[in-house]
């Protein structure tokens, strides 16, 4: 993995740690960027490590990258505010290109895709759903706040307010849990 980081056109520090208690120190403690987290960490596994930062309001994107390419695995890292899964069996290239992908607020699905079955993408491009519109979705069900939004993903608040307005009408609903509930229901994590 640090070889395929290092191979990227892009300046960037790399730090590696080796179990999920010296990784929930280290992204707690100093500022970065991304996190690039195994689901099966020593100590504390990747889903642990991920849902303990997001109850500490952790704003550091995360990708989980796996061995595993269990649907399940996919959807419960979603669901707990991963912003992308990466198989390990991905190539270089997909991984690498995955990482830019996540850096520069798109989703790893339009990269790698697999994280919403077929009905599942063709509900959201019937009803307009934009693949930045989920991942705001996905950062709302995290508890986010529109400013916290926007400072993630390097938008305005009032993009970030539009873009959940165009979820209530794809949705047909009046609330934030309102829309989560339904996005649930519909299986769009």
Excluded: Y
Excluded at 35 to 58: K, S, V, W
Excluded at 132 to 160: D, K, M, Y
């Amino acid at each position: 993995m640090r070889a395929i980081l290092q191979g990227l056109d892009v300046v960037m520090q790399v730090e590696c740690v080796h179990d999920g208690h010296a990784a929930l120190e280290r992204l707690l403690d100093s500022d970065h960027d991304m996190a690039l987290i195994d689901l099966h960490l020593p100590g504390r596994d990747g889903l642990g490590l991920l849902e303990e930062l997001g109850a500490r309001n952790c704003l550091v994107p995360v990708i989980i990258v796996t061995a595993s390419e269990d649907p399940d695995d996919r959807r419960q890292v979603l669901e707990a505010g991963a912003m992308g899964f990466i198989p390990k069996s991905a190539s270089g290239h997909q991984i690498a290109e995955a990482i830019l992908a996540i850096q520069q607020g798109r989703l790893v699905d339009e990269v790698l895709p697999g994280g919403l079955d077929q009905t599942q993408r063709d509900w959201a491009r019937m009803h307009n759903v934009t693949p930045r519109q989920l991942q705001i979705l996905r950062l709302v069900r995290r508890g986010l706040s529109n400013q916290a939004i926007a400072e993630q993903l390097s938008l305005s608040t009032a993009t970030v307010k539009s873009h959940i307005s165009a979820l209530f009408q794809a949705f047909g609903t009046q609330s934030r849990t309102e829309t989560i509930e339904k996005a649930r229901r519909l299986g769009l994590e």
